[in-house]
């Protein structure tokens, strides 16, 4: 990068950049800045205004270190290293400008920080103690005082005296969202961060104001004097409110779930989430669960609690009857998107070879056809395109953190983004867009059939086209590469048989085809089949159902085993991309039963399969025995589908 | 000793702001010549010869401030900072008032040189008449074909768009200045990159001050040698235009040679002495942002490395006269709160450091500071000097701890003495300054 | 809509004139307050709508210069520099003057709504005519307190209404500022301070 590269005597020719931090030899990619070069050396700048997503603005000053060679302090967020270059951060001359800096931060900072949500996980606080001053030498005067606690919409509240202009949240709606929302208003020592008249603000994103906020500026409405963090016991696990697979840290506090935070991904989430993922927390916590196992009688036979042992027998028991009498076809087997990867696997696997029926499914629709080659474009790889083309509001609506993924590859890598309206032809849309080196195609699942199409026409006037088919639910597409769906065995393997979707198995149901049911927390998707699910239910002799869900499933169900919603268990999913993320228990189970896992073994063992792996790792190793994708995929990465199978 | 008029040789003439008026006492020929007898890099030598530094405070050398611009990458652009805020300065509102075609010609020079087809000139909102004045002086230039397409048939060809502001001395500062023509609040941006490289919409571009581009009108038509060898000397060369102000006779503008002219020569044979007889105790050249000197200094010549070396600096070209019976708490007070004013808020220690150096000086001149406090507000200022974004923030601690270290008694008699013992009790004079 | 046909073509105006329509925001939020005196938020909406802004980026901006006014300003504007050049010349008496001639402090509107006055700390550019203060933008320097009668006398004595292109010696005028032909009488205006 610069003529003076290499030009050190004895400097290796590796492409990077040699300097000294604090005596230190740090070898770094040429452009890095000497904040990210100190980081990666272990040590420690305080910053408040830069942010690893945003540009540099060197507002703040509290990074100012001393390069040899340069007359005065430079802001280590915003300096370019370069060949040579010796870098201090320990001088008495940067001590005293960050006292100095500090002691300017808290002039006007109010002393409120016994009753801010951020105290505790606040970097004035943090700073202030580490580098601060011990007192102010400002005399008793009035400090600039501003409307504390404003609400800005009904998610955040804005607190301008914690207020310490660090542009943190206007560049992200400058840098992130683009949507503008929030600005800085006056100037000087008057300065605040407001939007147009105070109007609310109206982003979808907003949840991740407080985040990027150093302070306890800008809080959630809903977290307000909610818990101190250090009272909050956190997991890591993945957003269950749609196929993106946004990380999150899962934080609950004496066993209730009390928020979300982001977890940077760079490949998924790159930090961000939206408020609908964000603010999902109260469904979590819900008191009305299926909580005890339970046998039902048909007709006026009542119903009684048992143990789950007694509860598994009886299912096997009365599958089995089905299957003797009707036969394997009378039998179907559905299982809602918040299922794992493994539990899918032992699902799947219990339907085709222990059950013997080709009736299984994890959504209504079908999906004839359905190739891997849906699915080659990554999350992170719209980045890398020259063109996009969005088809439909679907994909944004459904996975909205994806739209921040598109802004950011419209500014930060000039990828032209075209959001293709339902009206318009793959015809039309190849002679408008054409000769790019890598185009980009985004469709929702349920128009894939569209999807393909236009891939097919772009593919013929573009060097190259990838597409990402946005799945639906937070495992939906794991099912799908697990084969938890009719015509598709595990890896997309042809099944041998043809079998009913989602949707045909409860008509069969319904009029009596299907005798049986079997449904792994399957009362969000039959009750998406809103009338026809209840037919269903009410006319299968047997339902048997693994269920968290207070529902028309668990009030169905002639044996009922209580489920484990997702923030309860082990496991993975797999994103829309196809990145297989683990997920870990965050909350305890609501119930005293085994593991879905677990319950799926035992089933299979009643049923004359003994041995099935039943705790998650066991099982995840047979899963991976069984998809050499996932294997090559491992945790967080993604699972490739090499050979497109027809 | 005598004025030197080059920029203001013309100041007199009836109604020189008209085109006509202008143009007969030669104005344009410079353009003329230029379009005729020089390429635009022959322009960009002839400006280098000439050894002239930007009038705008720094002193940076305008040739090769307009050789950073990198070679074959257009558009260019060129904003001529009539912005003029800094405070005890008022020479580019007289030059704009007495000679606005002086600087369109400079300005159109200047976009000649640098292959620049649209030139700014960005104007503060305060200079109102200013503004109207230079943006019909425009109108008339384009009628006559020395702006626009094909300017004198030659094919050059530049637009010039007369900009005004709204009241932000920031918007001086060129990249602050940029980000306002861009429609921006006017704060200063993270260099690099330097305007040269990415300035105005992501473009190479120059920022000149007002004075600069109004001296390349006599460059061209009389040559840089003759520029550097005959007036001023060294690496001050050329005529200034001064402002004073303060305690003297006759406050106004003044244009001398640098170099060959002291500040007593300015005080005593253009501003008519220190008024009403009295004697001087301090002086701040360079305009609001300098350090204070003192009478001794004015036997140094107005030269700008000299002045630098002084501990101060010719700056913007301000020269504000402080007689005997002035408070210097009083007067750092009236600056620092112009900072405070003028700060815009970017980083914290310029936003925070002028409120905190503002509350101290208050206390101060009001006589309720502690000594504690006093000790304090020194240590502030090292704690902004040199940590700011930008110079706004630097400059404020100048003026401040120049004239503490130069007036310390003053300042420590104030500490605790329930009012201001200079402006209140003149008796209590005596003791400073001794 | 609270911006006239008039006021919205010279927006439009100003938009084509500029490499790039934001850079024209400064003198549009001009034309908004030429006609109505301060920044009404409709009109920033306007301005917004008219340059393809955000809102919010336009009063992020207008919010930002000490000459655009958030609330309705009396007729007329005085304003006077209290910064150093001015003040060793006796700024503060003027100030005070001011401050029993109009009866209101700094910053306020005469109970008439015929005057605002403010101080400013803000150099002015007239610091070789200190004391100074500007009326309606037109400079006036070497200020005395029979001056400073005359002046006010002379700008808000007269009829409040038209007489926009008249020159500030002979027109009182409203706040508005619309076009008028400066230069010679402006620089008369300036008082013999720095001119010599």
Same mark, same amino acid.
């Given at each position: 990068?610069?003529?003076?590269?290499?030009?050190?005597?004895?400097?290796?020719?590796d492409?990077?950049?040699?300097?000294?931090?604090?005596?230190?030899?740090?070898?770094?990619?040429?452009?890095?800045?000497?904040?990210?070069?100190?980081t990666?050396?272990?040590?420690?700048?305080?910053?408040?205004?830069?942010?690893?997503?945003?540009?540099p603005?060197?507002?703040?000053?509290?990074?100012l270190?001393?390069v040899?060679?340069m007359?005065?302090? /430079?802001p280590?967020?915003?300096?370019?290293?370069?060949?040579?270059m010796v870098?201090?951060? /320990?001088?008495?001359?940067?001590?005293?400008?960050?006292?100095?800096?500090?002691?300017?931060?808290?002039?006007?900072?109010?002393?409120?920080?016994?009753v801010?949500?951020?105290?505790?996980?606040?970097?004035?606080?943090?700073?202030?103690?580490?580098y601060?001053?011990?007192?102010?030498r400002?005399?008793? *005067?009035?400090?600039?005082?501003?409307?504390?606690?404003? %609400?800005l919409?009904?998610?955040?509240?804005l607190?301008?005296?914690?207020?310490?202009?660090?542009w943190?949240?206007?560049?992200?709606?400058?840098?992130?969202?683009?949507?503008?929302?929030?600005?800085?208003?006056?100037?000087?020592?008057?300065t605040?961060?407001?939007t147009?008249?105070?109007?609310?603000?109206?982003?979808?994103?907003q949840g991740?104001?407080?985040?990027?906020?150093?302070v306890?500026?800008? *809080?959630?409405?809903?977290?307000?004097?909610?818990?101190?963090?250090?009272?909050l016991?956190?997991?890591?696990?993945?957003?269950?409110?749609?196929?993106?697979?946004?990380?999150?840290?899962?934080?609950?506090?004496?066993?209730?779930?009390?928020?979300?935070a982001?977890r940077?991904?760079?490949l998924?989430?790159?930090?961000?989430?939206?408020?609908?993922?964000?603010y999902?927390?109260a469904r979590?916590?819900?008191?009305a669960?299926?909580?005890?196992?339970?046998?039902?009688?048909?007709?006026?036979?009542?119903e009684?609690?048992?143990?789950?042992a007694?509860?598994?027998?009886?299912?096997?028991?009365r599958?089995?009857?089905?299957?003797?009498?009707?036969?394997?076809?009378?039998?179907?087997?559905?299982?809602?998107?918040?299922?794992?990867?493994?539990?899918?696997?032992?699902?799947?696997?219990?339907?085709?070879?222990?059950?013997?029926?080709?009736?299984l499914?994890?959504?209504?629709?079908?999906?004839?056809?359905?190739?891997?080659?849906?699915?080659?474009?990554?999350?992170?790889?719209?980045?890398?395109?020259?063109?996009?083309?969005?088809?439909?509001?679907?994909?944004?609506?459904?996975?909205?953190?994806?739209?921040?993924?598109l802004?950011?590859?419209?500014?930060?890598?000039?990828?032209?983004?075209?959001?293709?309206?339902a009206?318009?032809?793959?015809?039309?849309?190849a002679?408008r867009?054409?000769?790019?080196?890598?185009?980009?195609?985004v469709v929702?699942?349920?128009e894939?059939?569209?999807?393909?199409?236009?891939?097919?026409?772009?593919?013929?006037?573009?060097?190259?086209?990838?597409?990402?088919?946005?799945?639906?639910?937070?495992?939906g597409?794991?099912?799908?590469?697990?084969?938890?769906?009719?015509?598709?065995?595990?890896?997309?393997?042809?099944?041998?048989?043809?079998?009913?979707n989602?949707?045909e198995?409860l008509?069969?149901?319904?009029?009596?085809?299907?005798?049986?049911?079997?449904?792994l927390?399957?009362?969000?998707?039959?009750?998406?089949?809103?009338?026809?699910?209840?037919?269903?239910?009410?006319?299968?002799?047997?339902?048997v159902?693994v269920e968290?869900?207070?529902?028309?499933?668990?009030?169905?169900?002639?044996?009922l085993?209580?489920?484990?919603?997702?923030l309860?268990?082990?496991?993975?999913v797999?994103?829309?991309?196809?990145?297989?993320?683990?997920?870990r228990?965050?909350?305890?189970?609501?119930?005293?039963?085994?593991?879905e896992?677990?319950?799926?073994?035992?089933?299979?063992?009643?049923?004359?399969?003994?041995?099935?792996?039943?705790?998650?790792m066991?099982?995840n190793?047979?899963?991976?025995?069984?998809?050499?994708?996932?294997?090559?995929?491992?945790?967080?990465?993604?699972?490739?589908?090499?050979?497109?199978?027809? | 000793?005598a004025? +030197?008029?080059?920029?203001?040789?013309?100041?007199?003439?009836?109604?020189?702001?008209?085109?006509?008026?202008?143009?007969?006492v030669?104005?344009?020929?410079?353009?003329?010549?230029?379009?005729?007898?020089?390429?635009?890099?022959?322009?960009?030598?002839?400006?280098?010869?000439?050894?002239?530094?930007?009038?705008?405070?720094?002193?940076f050398?305008?040739?090769t401030?307009?050789?950073?611009l990198p070679?074959?990458?257009?558009p260019?652009?060129?904003?001529?900072?009539?912005?003029?805020?800094?405070?005890?300065?008022?020479?580019?509102?007289?030059?704009?008032?007495?000679?606005?075609?002086?600087i369109?010609?400079?300005?159109?020079?200047?976009?000649?040189?640098?292959?620049?087809?649209?030139?700014?000139? +960005?104007?503060?909102?305060?200079?109102?008449?200013?503004?109207?004045?230079l943006?019909?002086?425009?109108?008339?230039?384009?009628?006559?074909?020395?702006?626009?397409?094909?300017?004198?048939?030659?094919?050059?060809?530049?637009?010039?768009?007369?900009?005004?502001?709204?009241?932000?001395?920031?918007?001086?500062e060129?990249?602050?200045?940029i980000d306002?023509?861009e429609?921006?609040?006017?704060?200063?941006?993270l260099?690099?990159?330097f305007p040269?490289?990415?300035?105005?919409y992501?473009? %190479?571009?120059?920022?000149?001050?007002?004075e600069?581009?109004?001296t390349?009108?006599?460059?061209?038509?009389r040559?840089?040698?003759?520029?550097a060898t005959?007036?001023?000397a060294?690496?001050?060369?050329?005529t200034?235009?001064?402002?004073?102000?303060?305690?003297?006779?006759?406050?106004?503008?003044?244009?001398?040679?640098?170099?060959? *002219?002291?500040g007593?020569?300015?005080?005593?044979?253009?501003?008519g002495?220190?008024?009403?007889?009295?004697?001087?105790k301090?002086?701040?050249?360079?305009?609001?942002?300098?350090?204070?000197?003192l009478?001794?200094?004015?036997?140094l010549?107005?030269? @700008?490395?000299?002045?630098?070396?002084?501990?101060?600096?010719?700056?913007?070209?301000?020269?504000?006269?402080?007689?005997?019976?002035?408070?210097?708490?009083?007067v750092?007070?009236?600056?620092?709160?112009?900072?405070?004013?003028?700060s815009?808020?970017?980083?914290?220690?310029?936003?925070?450091?002028?409120?905190f150096?503002?509350?101290?000086?208050?206390?101060?001149?009001?006589?309720?500071?502690?000594?504690?406090?006093?000790?304090?507000?020194?240590?502030?200022?090292?704690?902004?000097?040199?940590?700011?974004?930008?110079?706004?923030?630097?400059?404020?601690?100048?003026?401040? @701890?120049?004239?503490?270290?130069?007036?310390?008694?003053?300042?420590?008699?104030?500490?605790?003495?329930?009012?201001?013992?200079?402006?209140?009790?003149?008796?209590?004079?005596?003791l400073?300054?001794? | 809509?609270t911006?006239?046909a008039?006021?919205?073509?010279?927006?439009?105006?100003?938009r084509?004139?500029?490499?790039?329509?934001?850079?024209?925001?400064?003198?549009?939020?001009?034309?908004?307050?030429?006609e109505?005196?301060?920044l009404?938020?409709?009109? @920033?909406?306007?301005?917004?709508?008219?340059l393809?802004?955000?809102?919010?980026e336009?009063?992020?901006?207008?919010?930002f210069?000490?000459?655009?006014?958030t609330?309705?300003?009396?007729?007329?504007l005085?304003?006077?520099?209290?910064?150093?050049?001015?003040?060793?010349?006796?700024?503060d008496?003027?100030?005070?003057?001011?401050?029993?001639?109009?009866?209101?402090?700094s910053?306020?509107? *005469?109970?008439?709504?015929?005057?605002?006055?403010q101080?400013?700390?803000?150099?002015?550019?007239?610091?070789?005519?200190?004391p100074? @203060?500007?009326?309606?933008?037109?400079?006036?320097?070497?200020?005395?307190?029979?001056?400073?009668?005359?002046?006010?006398?002379?700008v808000?004595?007269?009829?409040?209404?038209?007489?926009?292109?008249?020159?500030?010696?002979?027109?009182?005028?409203k706040?508005?500022?619309g076009?008028?032909?400066?230069?010679?009488?402006?620089?008369?205006?300036?008082?013999d301070g720095?001119?010599?």
């Amino acid at each position: 990068m610069t003529d003076t590269n290499g030009t050190t005597p004895g400097a290796v020719d590796d492409g990077r950049v040699g300097l000294e931090i604090d005596g230190r030899a740090v070898r770094v990619p040429p452009g890095t800045l000497v904040w990210d070069a100190a980081t990666r050396a272990g040590i420690h700048i305080p910053v408040y205004c830069a942010h690893p997503k945003m540009e540099p603005v060197a507002v703040c000053r509290m990074c100012l270190v001393t390069v040899e060679k340069m007359p005065k302090l /430079q802001p280590a967020c915003a300096t370019v290293v370069s060949e040579g270059m010796v870098v201090h951060t /320990q001088t008495d001359q940067v001590a005293k400008a960050r006292e100095g800096m500090l002691e300017f931060l808290l002039l006007n900072h109010p002393l409120d920080c016994p009753v801010c949500d951020r105290g505790g996980e606040c970097d004035l606080q943090d700073f202030a103690f580490r580098y601060g001053p011990e007192s102010s030498r400002m005399p008793i *005067t009035d400090k600039v005082h501003f409307e504390k606690a404003v %609400p800005l919409s009904d998610r955040i509240e804005l607190d301008n005296e914690r207020c310490i202009l660090c542009w943190r949240c206007v560049r992200y709606y400058d840098e992130i969202t683009g949507e503008k929302e929030i600005v800085l208003q006056e100037r000087g020592v008057g300065t605040v961060v407001a939007t147009f008249e105070g109007r609310p603000l109206q982003s979808e994103f907003q949840g991740n104001l407080p985040e990027v906020c150093p302070v306890g500026a800008l *809080t959630h409405r809903q977290y307000r004097f909610v818990a101190r963090p250090w009272d909050l016991q956190r997991a890591k696990g993945v957003c269950a409110e749609c196929s993106y697979g946004c990380n999150v840290n899962v934080d609950t506090r004496d066993f209730e779930l009390v928020r979300f935070a982001s977890r940077d991904n760079p490949l998924v989430d790159d930090m961000w989430l939206c408020d609908r993922g964000r603010y999902s927390v109260a469904r979590w916590n819900q008191t009305a669960r299926v909580r005890r196992p339970l046998l039902r009688q048909s007709g006026a036979g009542g119903e009684r609690e048992v143990a789950v042992a007694e509860a598994v027998h009886e299912a096997a028991r009365r599958l089995a009857a089905v299957k003797d009498t009707h036969g394997a076809t009378a039998i179907g087997v559905l299982c809602g998107v918040e299922t794992t990867n493994q539990e899918a696997y032992l699902l799947q696997r219990l339907a085709r070879e222990v059950l013997g029926t080709q009736h299984l499914d994890h959504q209504l629709e079908t999906f004839p056809g359905l190739r891997p080659a849906e699915h080659e474009l990554a999350i992170a790889e719209l980045e890398e395109c020259s063109a996009v083309v969005v088809l439909g509001d679907r994909p944004e609506a459904e996975a909205p953190v994806l739209r921040l993924r598109l802004f950011k590859a419209q500014r930060r890598a000039a990828v032209s983004v075209h959001r293709v309206a339902a009206g318009e032809t793959a015809a039309a849309l190849a002679q408008r867009i054409r000769g790019e080196r890598l185009v980009g195609v985004v469709v929702d699942e349920a128009e894939r059939e569209r999807g393909a199409e236009v891939s097919a026409a772009l593919a013929a006037v573009n060097s190259a086209v990838r597409r990402l088919t946005i799945t639906r639910g937070v495992n939906g597409r794991g099912l799908k590469d697990l084969g938890m769906l009719p015509g598709l065995l595990t890896g997309y393997e042809p099944a041998p048989g043809a079998g009913k979707n989602g949707r045909e198995i409860l008509e069969a149901a319904a009029d009596g085809q299907v005798k049986a049911l079997l449904l792994l927390n399957a009362d969000a998707l039959v009750a998406a089949a809103g009338e026809l699910g209840e037919r269903a239910l009410r006319r299968a002799e047997v339902i048997v159902a693994v269920e968290t869900q207070v529902g028309a499933v668990a009030a169905a169900a002639s044996v009922l085993i209580p489920g484990h919603a997702l923030l309860e268990k082990a496991g993975s999913v797999t994103n829309c991309e196809g990145r297989v993320q683990r997920i870990r228990q965050a909350l305890p189970p609501a119930s005293q039963t085994p593991p879905e896992t677990r319950v799926l073994a035992m089933l299979a063992a009643a049923l004359g399969a003994p041995g099935w792996p039943g705790e998650t790792m066991a099982v995840n190793r047979a899963l991976m025995e069984a998809l050499p994708a996932y294997r090559q995929a491992g945790n967080g990465a993604l699972a490739r589908f090499a050979v497109a199978v027809a | 000793m005598a004025e +030197y008029k080059l920029l203001l040789k013309d100041v007199g003439t009836p109604e020189l702001w008209r085109l006509d008026s202008y143009e007969g006492v030669g104005g344009y020929q410079a353009l003329r010549e230029a379009l005729r007898k020089y390429t635009p890099d022959e322009v960009v030598e002839e400006v280098k010869r000439s050894g002239l530094r930007g009038r705008g405070g720094a002193g940076f050398p305008t040739g090769t401030k307009w050789s950073f611009l990198p070679k074959d990458v257009f558009p260019r652009y060129l904003c001529i900072n009539a912005d003029e805020s800094e405070t005890g300065c008022f020479k580019d509102r007289y030059l704009i008032d007495e000679n606005p075609h002086q600087i369109i010609e400079g300005t159109l020079l200047a976009a000649y040189a640098l292959r620049v087809e649209v030139a700014f000139i +960005y104007i503060r909102g305060e200079y109102f008449d200013q503004r109207l004045l230079l943006e019909r002086c425009v109108e008339e230039a384009r009628a006559a074909g020395y702006i626009g397409r094909s300017i004198l048939g030659s094919d050059f060809s530049c637009d010039l768009i007369v900009h005004g502001g709204a009241g932000a001395y920031i918007c001086g500062e060129e990249t602050a200045l940029i980000d306002s023509l861009e429609g921006l609040r006017g704060q200063p941006r993270l260099k690099p990159p330097f305007p040269a490289v990415k300035g105005l919409y992501g473009q %190479p571009t120059v920022v000149n001050n007002v004075e600069t581009v109004a001296t390349l009108p006599h460059i061209v038509q009389r040559g840089g040698e003759w520029f550097a060898t005959n007036l001023g000397a060294d690496r001050s060369s050329g005529t200034r235009v001064f402002c004073a102000s303060g305690h003297i006779e006759r406050p106004g503008v003044y244009e001398i040679e640098l170099v060959k *002219t002291t500040g007593r020569e300015f005080l005593d044979d253009l501003c008519g002495g220190v008024w009403k007889g009295r004697a001087l105790k301090a002086y701040q050249p360079g305009g609001g942002s300098m350090q204070v000197l003192l009478p001794e200094h004015l036997d140094l010549p107005m030269d @700008m490395d000299v002045y630098a070396k002084a501990g101060s600096s010719l700056g913007a070209g301000g020269m504000m006269f402080m007689d005997e019976t002035t408070c210097l708490v009083d007067v750092s007070l009236r600056l620092v709160d112009f900072y405070r004013h003028e700060s815009c808020g970017k980083c914290v220690p310029c936003r925070e450091g002028t409120y905190f150096e503002s509350t101290l000086m208050h206390r101060l001149e009001a006589g309720v500071a502690t000594r504690e406090e006093l000790a304090a507000l020194s240590d502030i200022c090292d704690n902004m000097d040199g940590k700011c974004f930008c110079p706004l923030g630097d400059t404020a601690t100048w003026f401040v @701890m120049s004239a503490y270290k130069a007036f310390r008694d003053e300042f420590e008699a104030h500490c605790g003495a329930g009012g201001c013992p200079v402006r209140s009790a003149p008796a209590v004079a005596a003791l400073v300054n001794a | 809509m609270t911006l006239s046909a008039t006021t919205r073509s010279r927006i439009e105006s100003l938009r084509e004139r500029y490499p790039q329509p934001r850079s024209a925001i400064l003198p549009c939020l001009w034309a908004v307050q030429d006609e109505h005196g301060w920044l009404p938020p409709e009109g @920033m909406l306007e301005v917004a709508e008219l340059l393809a802004l955000a809102p919010s980026e336009v009063q992020a901006v207008s919010t930002f210069y000490s000459m655009y006014f958030t609330r309705p300003q009396g007729e007329h504007l005085v304003v006077v520099c209290i910064n150093a050049p001015c003040a060793l010349r006796g700024a503060d008496d003027v100030v005070g003057y001011l401050e029993r001639k109009l009866g209101c402090p700094s910053g306020a509107t *005469t109970a008439d709504g015929r005057f605002t006055w403010q101080s400013t700390i803000e150099c002015l550019g007239a610091c070789g005519g200190a004391p100074m @203060m500007q009326v309606d933008h037109h400079f006036h320097e070497n200020l005395t307190p029979d001056k400073i009668d005359s002046i006010l006398e002379r700008v808000g004595g007269g009829p409040a209404d038209g007489a926009e292109d008249l020159a500030p010696a002979a027109a009182p005028r409203k706040p508005r500022r619309g076009r008028r032909p400066a230069s010679a009488e402006a620089a008369a205006d300036r008082g013999d301070g720095a001119a010599k």
